[in-house]
């Protein structure tokens, strides 16, 4: 009679998939709480300590390491040696696995657990059984994921066995799963060390789904989620409409990365392609989406819109004007979303922008490597700013200097903006050089340019970015300092009775 080794903390569908098992002819061998499970549901088992002959010891740290287990699993059965020191050794084959492990992730993030929790939930037998097995899977099928169940009692019903495919892939999954597992762990105890960079950086993420394509549609991609998202779009709700692209999401991170910085005020962003098309500030959401829009109502088209506040009927009815792609939100009123759903494909995202940001990296990938860094949370107040010129600038000024400051920081350098009356009204984003950002971001301004303000994610190397600034009627500037030629720019701005003011803080975004 075929045997089934099962112990698991996951024990969804478990009782169906073993009582299948049993009438496909195998015994079932259990541990702990599994066997508790299994016999409460009528499913006769055999105790571990029943095949080592050998107690359970130590709460239950030591029960399936021993040899009967791992010489069963390792076993090569088509060697003569290894099957000769079975028989002589009185080991009975284990002839299907079916483990997963200890909830450590689960127990992590549960609030305020101790470090004695979760060092007692990393599991030790379990990662060593779906291992050894694994490693054997020329002979050994071995389920870690209760999803696959079906699909093997299917084969075994069909066959007697499964296939050598169907070994391997499961034995594929059950390594990324311990690797996973033991990724989970380093992470754990390298954070608590206090070892910001290690010499082994190891980071695991969970698919949320396959994507349509990339970029572009020659591209194949996914979207994984990291251990604990939390203001993240994958902690989002989709609630209407197609399916996220790759795109899409690059986008809406972008989006709600902006967003975080306007808490405690009604904000509104509109993005397009990783940049910020419109920002804008208000007394009510409403309003804020009405300066977001008014920024740019071109580059809006077919954009991404997030907002900190819910949305409401007045507003949704704004937006079903145009034709956005996704709009993000902490939620749709009935009517909201009753106007907006009647559009078949925009996609309309929950979010609590409440949310904590807890990433704490920036990884981006390079060619066969990573650059790591920390997320660039910095914020400035007005204390923090230090004026340069002749002029200070005024109350309103200062305002819409710091919010100025606020959206450049996530514009693609180099990046210049111009703000007025708590709305972007020019964005210069990416170019080679800084004068020529400035002149993109005032061309889009327009008229509106003259009693604006500037901000620029670095500092000016040359005053032509100044000189520009004069002729379109800037009337204060905020910017990191600490060009060598700081003096020729802080001389033309007092030649025209601009004020600057420096924050000392550079934000370049590549």
Known sequence: MKRALVSVSDKTNLVPFVSSLVELGYEIISTGGTKKALEAAGIKTIGISEVTDFPEIMDGRVKTLHPKVHGALLCVRDNPDHVRQIEELGIQYIDLVCVNLYPFKETVQKPGVSHEEIIENIDIGGPSMLRSASKNYKFIPVLCDPSDYDAIVKELRENGETYLTTREYLAAKVFRHTASYDTMIASYLTERTGEKYPEKFTITFDKVQELRYGENPHQSAAFYKGMNPQYS?????????????????????????????????????????????????????????????????????????????????????????????????????????????????????????????????????????????????????????????NRKPTEEEL????????????????????????????????????????????????????????????????????????????????????????????????????????????????
């Open 399 to 510: 305002e819409q200097l710091l919010f100025a400051w606020k959206v450049v920081k996530h514009v693609k350098s180099n990046a210049i903006v111009l703000v007025k009356d708590n709305m972007t009204i020019g964005v210069g984003a990416g170019q080679m050089n800084r004068v020529g950002a400035a002149k993109i971001a005032i061309e889009q301004a327009g008229e509106k340019a003259k009693g604006s303000i500037m901000s620029s994610d670095a500092f000016f190397p040359m005053p032509d970015t100044v000189e520009e600034a004069v002729k379109a009627g800037v009337t204060a500037i905020i910017q990191p300092g600490g060009s060598i030629k700081d003096q020729l720019s802080i001389d033309v701005c007092n030649e025209h009775g601009i004020a600057m003011v420096y924050t000392g803080v550079r934000h370049f975004k590549h």
């Open 233 to 389: 779009l994958a902690n989002a709700k989709q609630l209407h409409g197609k399916e996220l692209s790759y795109n899409n999401i690059q986008d809406g991170n972008a989006a709600i990365e902006i967003l975080k910085d306007f808490e405690g005020q009604p904000a509104v962003v509109g993005l397009k392609h990783m940049n910020p098309c419109g920002v804008g500030i208000g007394k009510t959401i409403e309003e804020a989406w009405d300066k977001a829009y008014e920024a740019d109502p071109v580059s809006i088209f077919g954009g991404i819109v997030a907002f900190n506040e819910p949305i409401h009927a007045s507003v949704a009815e704004k937006l079903s004007k145009i034709f956005l792609e996704i709009i993000i939100a902490p939620a749709f009123d009935e009517d909201a979303f009753e106007i907006l759903s009647k559009k078949k494909n925009i996609r309309l995202m929950q979010l609590d922008t409440s949310l904590e940001v807890n990433a704490k990296y920036k990884v981006t990938n390079v060619n066969d490597g990573l650059l790591v860094q920390d997320i660039d949370d910095h914020k400035i107040t007005a204390e923090d700013l230090r004026c340069v010129t």
